[in-house]
């Protein structure tokens, strides 16, 4: 493979989801890149790695508007280049990267760089596998431009983040949720970044009423807490049907993070279908997914009275689209 001569750079971009966002093109702070070059003529198959799984900083010039990284790389001088790459480049829960062993594929796999990932649980105050907003990108069939040399990377969220709210449709009641969980949520997947990922700045594809998931050969299912942090979370009575008549739960800040996934809708052996206690979860099917909710208090004027109730309800469809729904129950604290 021939250089160029060129150096390449880097611009990042990332998209705009409906759902609320943690990590934007102005906060990223690092990304793993590898480029793989292939004749213009054949773009399936690789001859050779112009980049393999290196670390790319945000610089100080530009008012941080420059992308550094080590060794440097130059645009081969006919081939095409494919980029890959991932946000935050510092992530414990990748567990197996962009890097390629190069004794094992001395040139790159015809299949496309594949990227290994666990979804981590929040476990009170460990600092350890932290949530975060990952990101992937690829940009395809890229030759070196004398007027623009610099590789646009536009990154995309590949995780879901849930933010949840709350109804109390029982009147002069208040209620204190202390606890609230998704379980049987699979927590590990496989990514494919030349099959799954869209390229530039295309976003992922969603259809309404259809559902298409990039995250393949999912596994561990696990329950997944939510950081309610330390301030109290009261839902007041309110029966309204506006969007500003739902409490938050929580926010921006602390929604809880999960694999895109296809969920198994559970079933209650009372007599609401959408709820229940522990108690009246079916056996059947043993992987369905859960929100339960527990309630600690609930404040009926001018009395209090301290309870400790869990309540269980159904959950639908967790999509690529990142927007989650809950079946609501007919009566109690509403869930969407």
Same mark, same amino acid.
């Given at each position: 493979?021939?250089? !160029? *001569?060129?150096?390449?750079?880097?611009?990042?971009?990332?998209?705009?989801?409906?759902?609320?966002?943690? /990590?934007?093109?102005?906060?990223?702070?690092?990304?793993?890149?590898?480029?793989?070059?292939?004749?213009?003529?054949?773009?399936?198959?690789?001859? #050779?790695?112009? &980049?393999?799984?290196?670390?790319?900083?945000? #610089?100080?010039?530009? #008012?941080?508007?420059?992308?550094?990284?080590?060794?440097?790389?130059?645009?081969?001088?006919?081939?095409?280049?494919?980029?890959?790459?991932?946000?935050?480049?510092?992530?414990?829960?990748?567990?197996?990267?962009?890097?390629?062993?190069?004794?094992?594929?001395? +040139?790159?796999?015809?299949?496309?760089?594949?990227?290994?990932?666990?979804?981590?649980?929040?476990?009170?105050?460990?600092?350890?596998?932290?949530?975060?907003?990952?990101?992937?990108?690829?940009?395809?069939?890229?030759?070196?431009?004398?007027?623009?040399? /610099?590789?646009? &990377?536009?990154?995309?969220?590949?995780?879901?983040?849930?933010?949840?709210?709350?109804?109390?449709?029982?009147?002069?009641?208040?209620?204190?949720?202390?606890?609230?969980?998704?379980?049987?949520?699979?927590?590990? *997947?496989?990514?494919?970044?030349?099959?799954?990922?869209?390229?530039?700045?295309?976003?992922? =594809?969603?259809?309404?009423?259809?559902?298409?998931?990039?995250?393949?050969?999912?596994?561990?299912?696990?329950?997944?807490?939510?950081?309610?942090?330390?301030?109290?979370?009261?839902?007041?009575?309110? /029966?309204?049907?506006?969007?500003?008549?739902?409490?938050?739960? +929580?926010?921006?800040?602390?929604?809880?993070?999960?694999? =895109?996934?296809?969920?198994?809708?559970?079933?209650?052996?009372?007599?609401?279908?959408?709820? #229940? /206690?522990?108690?009246?979860?079916?056996?059947? =099917?043993?992987?369905?997914?859960?929100?339960?909710?527990?309630?600690?208090?609930?404040?009926? !004027?001018?009395?209090?009275?301290?309870?400790?109730?869990?309540?269980?309800?159904?959950?639908?469809? &967790?999509?690529?689209?990142?927007?989650?729904?809950?079946?609501?129950?007919?009566?109690?604290?509403?869930?969407?």
């Amino acid at each position: 493979m021939q250089s !160029s *001569g060129r150096e390449i750079s880097f611009k990042t971009f990332a998209d705009k989801q409906l759902r609320a966002s943690v /990590t934007t093109v102005g906060s990223m702070t690092s990304f793993t890149t590898s480029a793989w070059s292939h004749p213009a003529a054949t773009p399936t198959v690789y001859d #050779g790695y112009v &980049l393999n799984g290196v670390t790319v900083t945000r #610089g100080e010039e530009g #008012g941080g508007a420059s992308w550094d990284y080590f060794p440097k790389a130059n645009w081969p001088a006919r081939d095409s280049v494919d980029f890959f790459a991932y946000s935050p480049a510092s992530s414990v829960n990748v567990t197996t990267g962009l890097k390629q062993n190069v004794t094992t594929f001395p +040139t790159p796999p015809i299949g496309g760089p594949e990227i290994q990932y666990t979804v981590p649980r929040w476990d009170g105050d460990s600092q350890v596998d932290r949530q975060e907003d990952f990101m992937v990108t690829k940009s395809q069939k890229l030759a070196y431009n004398p007027s623009d040399p /610099t590789v646009h &990377l536009n990154f995309k969220h590949a995780l879901s983040r849930i933010v949840f709210k709350a109804q109390n449709q029982n009147k002069n009641k208040t209620y204190l949720i202390k606890e609230l969980a998704l379980s049987n949520l699979k927590s590990k *997947g496989t990514l494919n970044l030349l099959d799954s990922v869209p390229n530039g700045a295309d976003p992922f =594809p969603h259809v309404s009423g259809t559902y298409d998931v990039a995250w393949k050969a999912q596994s561990d299912s696990v329950t997944y807490k939510v950081d309610l942090g330390s301030t109290n979370v009261y839902v007041p009575y309110n /029966t309204g049907t506006g969007s500003g008549d739902y409490t938050d739960v +929580t926010n921006a800040s602390n929604g809880l993070m999960v694999l =895109p996934q296809e969920t198994i809708l559970g079933r209650f052996t009372g007599a609401t279908p959408e709820y #229940g /206690t522990i108690a009246e979860v079916a056996a059947s =099917p043993t992987d369905a997914t859960y929100l339960y909710a527990t309630v600690a208090k609930v404040i009926t !004027s001018p009395t209090t009275q301290s309870i400790r109730a869990r309540l269980y309800f159904v959950c639908m469809t &967790l999509q690529i689209k990142r927007k989650v729904s809950y079946l609501k129950p007919a009566s109690n604290i509403r869930f969407c």
